[in-house]
Nanobody, 128 residues
Framework: QVQLVESGGGLAQPGGSLRLSCAAY????????VGWFRQAPGKEREEVSC???????YDAESAKGRFTISRDNAKNTVYLQMNSLNAEDTAVYYC??????????????????????WGQGTQVTVSS
């Protein structure tokens, strides 16, 4: 079965860290660009970080200096290391994979870009 599965979410304290994983099953993630997005209650989905098949990355302003996206093709997984978490990071985090046809910035920012696969999401809650 072809799917993306996110994991690693949970409860973190302000200033804490979490590492999210986006694992692909049924297909090789190596040739796909992958993006992390999040959606908080009552808010629209927003981009977080994206990585193309060559390892070039793009971070939204909210992620710069705090989050790092990376990929391990041997494990068919893309990671999002999140540090210095704050309450505004509370959201459901989703990963999406798409054919690597756009710039990494466009695939992150352009809402018209269509992703081929989406995961089910993982909840991140930042609270003391």
């Amino acid at each position: 079965q072809v799917q993306l599965v996110e994991s690693g979410g949970g409860l973190a304290q302000p200033g804490g860290s979490l590492r999210l994983s986006c694992a692909a099953y049924g297909f090789s993630l190596e040739y796909y660009a992958v993006g992390w997005f999040r959606q908080a209650p009552g808010k629209e989905r927003e981009e977080v970080s994206c990585i193309n098949s060559e390892g070039s990355t793009y971070d939204a302003e909210s992620a710069k200096g705090r989050f790092t996206i990376s990929r391990d093709n041997a494990k068919n997984t893309v990671y999002l290391q999140m540090n210095s978490l704050n309450a505004e990071d509370t959201a459901v985090y989703y990963c999406g994979a798409m054919a690597d046809i756009w710039t990494v910035q466009k695939m992150c920012e352009d809402r018209a870009v269509v992703y081929d696969y989406w995961g089910q999401g993982t909840q991140v809650t930042v609270s003391s």
